[in-house]
């Protein structure tokens, strides 16, 4: 399984190292600009990140005001294909997992770890 995390903040980059130690390949990280990260994390910065054909999982770990634009224009882009696991790690609910189907979220339901 490959996972991709869009949002270099606290969350985003505390799941890249996680995932990491737990055997998971984490593809990268996503964020609008440059910013220091942990080493051996990879950063991309603007538009669409470069992994995102290749990535099985996409975390949206971004601020919860955030979300609906980044997920607009994911799906404007028809970016995250069909069927794609994404998942959005949100700090006011409990997180939601969606299966995107041409980037649409037709079925949503609560994340299991």
């Known amino acids: 399984m490959t996972v991709g995390i869009v949002g270099p903040g606290r969350a985003g980059l505390g799941l890249a190292l996680a995932l990491r130690r737990a055997g998971v390949r984490v593809l990268g990280v996503h964020g ?6 942990p080493r051996g994390v990879r950063l991309s910065v603007g538009g669409l990140p470069p992994w995102i054909a290749d990535a099985d999982v ?9 979300l609906r634009g980044l997920v607009r224009e994911l799906a404007r882009a028809r970016a995250l294909g069909a069927p794609r ?4 790690c949100r700090a006011r609910s409990r997180p939601r997992c969606s299966i995107r189907c041409g980037g649409v979220a037709p079925r949503s339901g609560r994340c299991i770890p």
């Open 85 to 88: 696991w994404c998942c959005t």
């Open 58 to 66: 996409v975390l949206l770990a971004v601020r919860d005001d955030a």
């Open 32 to 37: 609008r600009r440059r910013k220091p990260v």
